[in-house]
């Protein structure tokens, strides 16, 4: 069973609708959550980064973090088709020497005009 | 991309010749890392650096070596390629080991 996992997709909606992409992982450590999106052929790029539990918005984006179900949360309001990419999940115990980050395999994410 | 370039972007070589790969940055950052990413796997880690010289293994080491002489460039070497070692190589940074990364546009490199 994997660390960190992530349903492949692809999750299409259409222009407008409200995404709800989704981790669950295993490892109780886990303290830094991150989301990262990457577009197709490119390098992934960091969306929300949060520590421990509870919420963040950032305009059209929100991460929640539930670390009693071991769960955690992107939500996109208002989605736009330049929404359309892959969405990796990212965690970290962050008591390392570095920072070990393991991702999920990315949801990929197709929004429709 | 933050400051991160890789290089080459593409490459298609033989079963058993060496190859580098090299990463350059200009953000002055501290820690470098090397991941490949595949199907059904994400991104997973090869190796990473924390400074000049130091250097240590990830994830997915085993077939890889890395060399870091200057705070700018971190080179990833397969010293005999293989098939398996066909993927999407990302080089990220980050400026203190707390800090999240930042990744670079990837290498493609294919192993025939």
């Known amino acids: 069973q994997k660390e960190v996992e992530q349903d492949p997709g692809p999750l299409s909606v259409p222009e407008g609708a409200i995404v709800s992409l989704n981790c669950t992982y295993s490892?109780?450590?886990?303290?830094?959550f991150m989301w990262y999106r990457q577009y197709s052929r490119k390098g992934p790029e960091l969306l929300m980064y949060?520590?421990?539990?509870g919420n963040k918005e950032d305009g059209r984006f929100t991460a929640q973090v539930d670390k009693s179900s071991k769960y955690i949360s992107l939500f996109i309001r208002d989605s736009q088709p330049s929404d359309s990419a892959t969405y990796l999940c990212?965690?970290?115990?962050?008591?390392?020497?570095?920072?070990?980050?393991?991702f999920g395999t990315g949801t990929r994410l197709l929004v429709s005009p | 991309d933050a400051g991160i370039t890789q290089s080459p972007r593409h490459k298609v070589t033989e079963t058993g010749t060496p190859v580098t790969l090299r990463c350059h940055q200009t953000?002055?950052?501290?820690?470098m890392y090397w991941y490949r990413q595949d199907p059904g796997h994400g991104l997973r880690l090869i190796h990473y650096?924390?400074?000049?010289?130091?250097?240590d293994k990830g994830e997915v080491s085993d077939g890889y070596s890395v060399s870091r002489s200057k705070t700018e460039d971190f080179l990833l070497t397969l010293e005999s390629a293989t098939s398996s070692q066909t993927s999407v190589y990302f080089c990220?940074?980050?400026?203190?080991?707390?800090?999240?990364?930042?990744f670079g546009p990837g290498t493609r490199l294919l192993v025939l």
């Open positions: 650096s924390y400074g000049v010289k130091d250097t």
């Open positions: 949060t520590y421990s539990s």
């Open positions: 953000e002055n950052h501290r820690y």
């Open positions: 990220a940074i980050s400026g203190t080991a707390q800090e999240t990364q930042y």
């Open positions: 990212a965690m970290s115990e962050g008591n390392t020497g570095f920072q070990k980050l393991v």
């Open positions: 490892n109780s450590a886990f303290q830094y």
